[in-house]
């Protein structure tokens, strides 16, 4: 069955990077689209950044510049490098495939 198991949330201060990781199982990772989404308290579940199997990515206007999406299809894998954090990225971060299934969420947390 599909497994999205999201890693590398943390708390970090503000200015921080982070690196999120998702490992993607039970597709075909290669030919399909990845995305993040996060939830902060209280909020809906918003678009972070997208990456489409031959690579191209879409950013949210309010992470653009400061976040990153990659993936690596050797390991089924799919990134988000977030730096320059604020307090209002604090959220629950999910991972996202095929704009069908979801990950369980990892925690960021930033705060000084």
């Known amino acids: 069955q599909v497994q999205l198991v999201e890693s590398g949330g943390a708390l970090v201060q503000p200015g921080g990077s982070l690196r999120l990781s998702c490992a993607a199982s039970?597709?075909?990772?290669?030919?399909?689209?990845m995305s993040w989404y996060r939830q902060a308290p209280g909020k809906e579940r918003e678009w972070v950044a997208s990456?489409?199997?031959?690579?191209?990515?879409y950013t949210a206007n309010s992470v653009k510049g400061r976040f990153t999406i990659s993936r690596d299809n050797t390991k089924n894998m799919v990134y988000l490098q977030m730096s320059s954090l604020n307090v209002e990225d604090t959220a629950v971060y999910y991972c996202?495939?095929?704009?069908?299934?979801w990950g369980q969420g990892t925690q960021v947390t930033v705060s000084s």
């Open positions: 996202n495939a095929r704009n069908t299934y």
């Open positions: 039970g597709f075909t990772f290669s030919g399909s689209a």
């Open positions: 990456i489409y199997p031959i690579g191209v990515t």
